[in-house]
């Protein structure tokens, strides 16, 4: 049996793209309804259900895991079972057949690492904005730049006088008299 796994992981694929692409290799798909690390139960669902020769379709490795310890479960949990796992971004079939060279190994597993972060961050990030938080750095005071600049222009202050004064940066401070 051909099975496919999707989460909403929109890190390059969409769940409709990741569904459009499953669909012409799977004869069923396991559908995350989130995308948190933990509480998968499509996942636990579908590893149940693999068996001698069956297949396992993902359209990425970080769909599939969000760790490299989750990654070698998964994929050691499929070998036990005698199935493969196809990632068909990476065109990657895993089973007892393939060997991999180091370096390539090394690629895949710093592509696999990287996407984890991206997502982490990405993820992260979207949580921190439905709470309300602000994102990116703190804005200046307008008055304080003003007077920065005031001060900067009288020539009676050096530098470092108004950064103590004003707490505002040379960079910032040069990059409002430019404007």
Known sequence: MKYGYVRPVELNDSMEDQQKVLYKHVDHIYQETHDKTKGRDQLEALMSALQD???????DLFILADSTKQLVDLINEAAGKKASIVILNKK?????ENTFTFGHSLNLISEFQSDVVKFRTR?????????GKQLGRPKRSDDNIKKAVKMYMSKKYTLDEIKEETNISRATLYR???L
Not at 92 to 96: Q, T
């Open 53 to 59: 020769g069956d297949t396992l379709y993902a359209a």
């Open 92 to 96: 990657l079939v895993i089973d007892s």
């Open 123 to 131: 993820l992260g990030m979207h949580e921190a904005s439905t709470k």
């Open 176 to 178: 409002h008299l430019d």
